[in-house]
């Protein structure tokens, strides 16, 4: 029997691009002023999870994500290119409005998530998520018993939280998969199972405006 693997799943910080809502992909956008605050965070959050192992996106903004909190336990951060967002093509770099007016039809079925579309130059939502359910089973096998973190893209905790509920890839959103937030599932042998989902209590910016008041 495979022992289960406790599973952190955590998106990047803000950057620049998720304001200004431009699909990034596979474009290696850096962390603004904010992700890198929420970052600290997020540290500041995990600083008594006990982690074995921690992986993240090669992307720059996931892996910065995951050494905030990964340097103060003295774990390296591996990187793995399955854990990247999904590949958008020539969707990367515009916005959803701009998306629409170029292609409407296109924008149209990508809205109803429909499984077999894929922009050109990029990934369909079935090879998406098949890569990435691929990749995390594979870092669960290997760990098997122990925790790790798994710092990634909002596309890719989409694909998560659908496999640990088994909705369906053209199943409408209806949770959230905020910046910098915490989640949680179990690894085992039937497959991902959610724990928690959405953690978002350490980026209350309240605490940060206290902290920059004080004397």
Known sequence: MTLATRLIAIRHGETDWNVATRIQGHTDIPLNDE??????????????????????????????TARAFAEPKGLAVGTEV??????????????FEEIERRWPDQALRWRKREPGFGPEGGETLVQFYE?????????????AGQSIAV?????????????????????PRTWQVGNASINRLLHSEGGLTLVGWSDTGHLDHAVRDAGAAAP
């Open 35 to 64: 992700g890198r605050w929420q970052a600290g965070r997020l540290a500041e959050a995990l600083a008594d999870e006990p982690l074995d192992a921690v992986y993240a996106s090669d992307l720059g903004r996931a892996y910065e």
């Open 151 to 171: 710092v990634s893209h909002g596309g890719v905790l989409d694909c998560l939280y659908r496999a640990a509920t088994r909705l369906a890839l053209d199943a």
């Open 82 to 95: 399955g854990l990247r967002e999904r590949r958008f093509g020539t969707f990367e770099g515009l916005s």
């Open 131 to 143: 890569r990435v359910v691929a990749t995390v089973r594979g870092l669960a096998l290997r760990h």
